[in-house]
């Protein structure tokens, strides 16, 4: 994941727009301050933003580096500042916005209950030679079923 993107599935719009004075309405909607705006006509989403008067719009980074004047280097830095967000650390809140994972396809299960069925069959076999196979004395030469079964398991 890209620093962008980890600061990105850290914080919401909407907070940038919190942290930096704006005051969302219950819909996410605030005054533009990219244009004169006297009703709020921006909206502030979790992952995005958009003004229906002026057409400003981008995503968390964007608006930071709007709002200052900043570069997108400078902007994630200042969010990562701002927010006390520690860059090397995953995201506290980033599952919560990833997608929900979709199970699993009665076909993708049964494929799952072969392999490890086949995997169970072979280190069963594999012991089983380690047993049989074992040389007798150290100076016997090991027989390659015996190898096998020591370098697999
Ligand atoms: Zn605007």
Redesign the pocket.
Known sequence: MSLYQKIKSAITVRQVGEMYGMEPDRHGMVC????S?SDP??KLNDTYYY??????NGDAIDLTAKLFDLNPRQAAEKLIHDFGLDPDKPPANAIALLPPKRGLTDEQWADIAYCLRVLTDYLDLLHDWRERYKPATPEEPHDPRFEEALHAT
């Open positions: 533009c301050p990219f244009h705006d006509s921006m003004c229906f008067g002026c057409g400003a």
